[in-house]
């Protein structure tokens, strides 16, 4: 049984398999859309808005 994915860039189908060349995207075209997301900073990882930022530097109340 061949596992399908959805191509993250479009939707498509894509069959799991070595043939599938551009896996998980199901072209070139969708790989090189996602790349350039990816060079224009478009993916971000979210934050918990609700903690309040640190003063702290990191590494400044170590104790040695």
Same mark, same amino acid.
């Given at each position: 049984m061949t596992t399908v994915v959805k191509c993250p860039t479009c939707g498509k189908d894509v069959r799991w398999t070595p043939e599938s060349r551009f896996r998980p995207f199901c072209s070139e075209r969708c790989k090189q859309m996602d790349l350039g997301a990816w060079a224009a900073e478009k993916y971000r990882i979210g934050s918990n &808005? &609700? #903690?309040p930022p640190s003063d702290e530097t990191?590494? #400044?109340?170590? !104790? !040695?």
């Amino acid at each position: 049984m061949t596992t399908v994915v959805k191509c993250p860039t479009c939707g498509k189908d894509v069959r799991w398999t070595p043939e599938s060349r551009f896996r998980p995207f199901c072209s070139e075209r969708c790989k090189q859309m996602d790349l350039g997301a990816w060079a224009a900073e478009k993916y971000r990882i979210g934050s918990n &808005d &609700d #903690e309040p930022p640190s003063d702290e530097t990191p590494g #400044e109340n170590a !104790h !040695h």
